[in-house]
């Protein structure tokens, strides 16, 4: 007797796909659908309170000819690959440190943690007041304190400074991420292997570069990848530091999108400028998933 689809998937196929199907709605109402009308509303002239009018490729084209929206792009791109490299120095130092027999190596754990696990809003508040030009810790401390400079700096209010203090701040709440991480991998390496290497003659060095490092490497890339997407996306820290200013130095591009929905109020504009963030985002989720699943077949 020839079997059909139905024998194949076996007797209970419908219940299966009546337990499937409140997920596959839910799905569909929050963000298959979502997703579509933000792709129809960005090609149309959209106006916060106004009917949208289509206007096909406009919106796109605009952007594409517009230096400003390109300078948005560079500052992303370097915001993002600048803290994503030094977080990944920085947390493997910490890794690193807490791996080896420290004293207190729960209490600095812990440490190390706090700037991860306080809230954004509150950590860039503190770094407002650190770097503010006339009463900032920061000031204080290079001028009067180290006297390293004669005078007070205008460090979120400089263009030749701002950038770089945007990106410290996302470097001190980021990196805990990484060395909690690489931190779980070292834990993970057999012993045996260490003392393998140290019979073998192998310094610290050749120990870290042809022990851990190669142990390592899924994590290292799953974690550089999510904290890729991660920054990119960052909102909460240059908005509340530098609102992108100073003259669009640290203009990123999801503050572009907030300040053309909610300032300019071109909402149709503002999707657009967003989802020119989907090829680089979906080649990173692309390369994530695809490491996540080589991960689990091992």
Known sequence: MASGPRQLLGPDFRLGFLFVSPMIVLVLALVAYPFCY?????????????????????????????????????????????????????????????????????????????????????????????????????????????????????????????????????????????????????KAIPGEMYEAASVDGANAWQRFRHVTLPSLKNIVIIVTLLSTIWTFNDFQIIYILTKGGPGGTTMVMPVLTYETAFGAQRLGEAIAVALYLLPPLGLSIMVLAKYMRKGRKR
Do not use: C
Request: aromatic share 16%; net charge positive; charged share 10%.
């Open 38 to 186: 933000a792709i129809y509303l960005s090609l149309t002239h959209k106006l916060v309170g106004l009917p949208p009018i289509f206007v096909g490729l406009e919106n796109y084209i605009r952007l594409a000819e517009d230096g400003f929206f390109h300078r948005a792009v560079w500052n992303s791109f370097l915001f993002t690959s600048a803290s994503v490299g030094f977080k990944l120095v920085f947390g493997m130092l910490m890794a690193l440190v807490l791996a080896s027999a420290i004293r207190w190596r729960s209490f600095w754990t812990g440490v190390l943690l706090i700037p991860w696990v306080a809230p954004t809003v509150v950590s860039a508040l503190n770094f407002l007041w650190i770097f503010d030009g006339s009463l900032g810790v920061l000031n204080y401390l290079v001028v009067r304190v180290f006297k390293i400079l004669p005078q007070g700096v205008g460090w979120l209010s400089e263009p030749g400074t701002a950038m770089a203090s945007v990106i410290a701040v996302n470097i001190w709440r980021g990196f805990p991420f990484f060395g909690i991480s690489f931190l779980a991998g070292m």
